[in-house]
């Protein structure tokens, strides 16, 4: 009898087999992933050797959120801007680190182009004490009718062409979706490729962990308070790393709910709408889960004015999305 071979699928692989589904994405997309692939391990290592290279700590100012800049902040992002910038396909990048987007090729062309958001590094205040920090990832279709280049960025998350995240923890994780369903690859370091762990991930339905800066807690508004509240009555449990790619991604694993609502210090929320809310909010629903702003409100229908914008997020697996949303509006 015959036996089925063990497949061995790189990210590299699975790529090329899935831009056969999108062919008007061309070899385009794929360049642009693989670029996200080799900034991932090239990240990832110097992560791994930050303390050794005396690479820890801030860099002495502020980036445009006004939150001090670290010095792997400005690493990971000049790795991301170097890789990204050599590929003909990508026409804008904007990441968390730069006020502005950095327009690259802006003129029409025969082939597709794209503009990739990011968050070079994110929870990176861990990096001191070891803890857990990723690169979340956001890509759109280019534009090139619109007025402004820098216009074509203000899309719904909707519209994520691909979106992802990588997450530097005790192995190094790729989790990506593009166009469909999610898939899980993991860093082999000895052969330095991501391979394919797990196809189609689904977020379990329900478990009773959130995830949440419960130090704010006072100054949450008051149905936020009632979901604690009630959580703790109802023998919940509390996770919460201060990285939130590496929230959402136990999240993802292992279901619950993580919210980030607005405080008096953050009216609108703390996080950042295109570069962190909007790919975890397409990876979260691509498995099975919801991600809202408010009560009723999807993440990924905002319509951005502004490339830094912040957002509440509220975000998980169904059912406990559900019970935030039912003791938020109190019933
Ligand atoms: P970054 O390191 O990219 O600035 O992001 C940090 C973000 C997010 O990852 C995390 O969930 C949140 O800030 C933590 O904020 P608090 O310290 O206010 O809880
Ligand atoms: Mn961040
Ligand atoms: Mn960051």
């Known amino acids: 009898m015959s036996q089925d071979p063990i497949r061995i699928v790189t990210l590299q692989a699975h790529i090329l087999a899935e831009q056969a589904r999108y062919p008007e994405a061309g070899g385009t997309l794929s360049w642009i992933l693989s670029a996200l692939s080799i900034s991932a391990k090239i990240i990832a290592d110097k992560v791994r050797r930050a303390r050794l290279e005396n690479v820890l700590g801030s860099v002495g100012r502020e980036n445009v959120q006004g939150e001090a800049q670290q010095k792997l902040d400005v690493l990971a992002n000049d790795v991301l801007l170097a890789t990204l910038g050599g590929r003909e396909g990508v026409a804008i990048v904007a990441s968390e680190e730069n006020e502005e987007p950095v327009i690259l090729r802006e003129e029409a062309s025969g082939e597709r182009r794209y503009c990739v958001l990011f968050d070079p590094l994110d929870g990176s205040s861990n990096l001191d004490v070891c803890g857990a920090v990723g690169t979340i990832f956001s890509i759109l279709a280019y534009d090139a009718g619109v007025g402004l280049a820098r216009d074509s960025l203000l899309q719904p998350g909707a519209r994520q062409v691909a979106a992802g995240y990588v997450l530097y923890g005790s192995s190094t994780v790729f989790v990506l979706s593009i166009g469909h369903g999610v898939d899980l690859f993991v860093l082999d370091p000895s052969v330095g490729a991501f391979m394919r762990v797990e196809r189609n991930l689904r977020i379990p339905a329900g478990n ?64 950042r709408l295109m570069y962190e809310a909007n790919p975890l909010a397409m990876i979260i629903e691509r498995a099975g889960g919801k991600a809202l702003c408010a009560p009723g409100e999807r993440l990924l229908d905002i319509h951005p004015k502004a490339i830094h914008q912040r957002t509440p997020v509220i975000l998980g697996s169904a059912g406990e999305v559900d019970d935030v949303v039912r003791l938020i509006d109190g019933v």
Do not use: C
């Open 208 to 271: 009773k962990v959130y995830s949440v800066n419960e130090g704010n807690r006072r100054s949450f508004p008051d149905g936020y308070r009632r979901y604690l509240d009630w959580a703790q009555n109802n023998g919940y449990s509390s996770r919460y790393t201060g990285a939130m790619v590496a929230d959402v991604h136990r999240i993802l694993l292992k279901g619950g709910v993580f919210l980030y609502p607005p405080t008096q210090k953050a009216p609108e929320g703390k996080l």
